[in-house]
């Protein structure tokens, strides 16, 4: 009897077993994200930024606004001190003011380039980026 023939054949079986049960699963995780959208979703054809999803959530722009997500300014209401993205050196972007592109890439304001964005703007508010 070869032993090394048999090993073989376990590993290789074991790698084909592994390969289907991980492409199983897989599988029925796209089946179980695609049953997890909401069917009023399932009938939206194009995004057209703030104005797509307002239909339905009429309040979730001006929720938005509201965080320091949207307004990277925050102010210390013990010290006063005034913080935020904009304000400070930070650990992502290090500071707004000399990376403003990259730093509004992943911001959730639509078409925030520079300094002069719209913060008063609820068209602006992009719901996916995230």
């Avoid at 790698?15 to 991980?22: A, E, G």
């Avoid at 994200?33 to 309040?59: D, F, N, W």
């Avoid at 972007?93 to 380039?113: D, F, L, Q």
Wanted: glycine share 4%; aromatic share 6%.
């Amino acid at each position: 009897m070869n032993h090394s023939c048999i090993c073989k054949s376990d590993s290789l079986t074991s790698i084909l077993l592994f390969r289907l049960v991980f492409l199983a699963l897989i599988g029925s995780l796209i089946v179980c994200a695609q049953a997890a959208v909401p069917r009023m979703h399932q009938l939206i054809t194009s995004y057209e930024g703030a104005e797509t999803c307002s239909m339905c959530h009429s309040k979730a722009a001006s929720e938005v606004m509201d965080t320091t997500h949207w307004t990277w300014h925050h102010e210390d209401p013990e010290s006063g001190q005034v913080l935020g993205k904009r304000n400070v050196i930070n650990n992502y972007c290090i500071s707004v003011a000399s990376n403003e592109p990259r730093c509004t890439s992943c911001h959730v304001g639509v078409g925030y380039s520079d300094q002069n964005f719209d913060f008063t703007d609820a068209t602006k508010v992009d719901c996916l980026v995230c």
